[in-house]
């Protein structure tokens, strides 16, 4: 069953990541490429609503990994300005979302979860089913009608 609250924890922490490498791009001292890292921190976060099961790992993972090049990038520039420290807080809170998104890859919710049915099936006087679960045994379906219309 999905749990809406690691959601409540994912969605902004990948949107504060975002928002730290975007504000880290705008000071003259920063590392990298912050801009590229704030979309991939958005597409994370779209990624983790679109898909489930081991996509949605994959989507994680792809975030830690984001978070690390991010945090490398940050700590391999030189000097002490805050452009470099608003840079390592996206790293880090990319990496902390990533890894929630792996932790808690079952229990968020996916797009379109209400739609469907946890035992989709036909219902069992469907006459669209008979007839075609008739023509794969063999039965066809016309030779009934012609003698009812009679």
Known sequence: MADRRP?????????????????????????????????????????????????????????????????????????AGLGRWTALLGALLL??????????????PTLGARYRSANARTAPNDPDKDMWDGLSEGRDPTVGKAEDER
């Open 95 to 108: 990496v902390a979302a990533g890894v929630l998104v792996i932790r808690f890859a079952r229990r968020l």
């Open 7 to 79: 959601l409540w924890i994912v969605g902004p922490t990948l949107l504060a990541a975002a928002g730290a490498f975007w504000g880290s791009t705008a000071l003259d001292d920063a590392p990298g490429s912050g801009a590229g890292l704030a979309l991939v921190a958005l597409a994370g976060a779209g990624g983790t609503l679109a898909t489930g099961g081991w996509a949605r790992r994959v989507v994680g993972g792809l975030v830690v990994l984001a978070g690390l090049l991010g945090a490398w990038q940050a700590l391999a520039a030189g000097g």
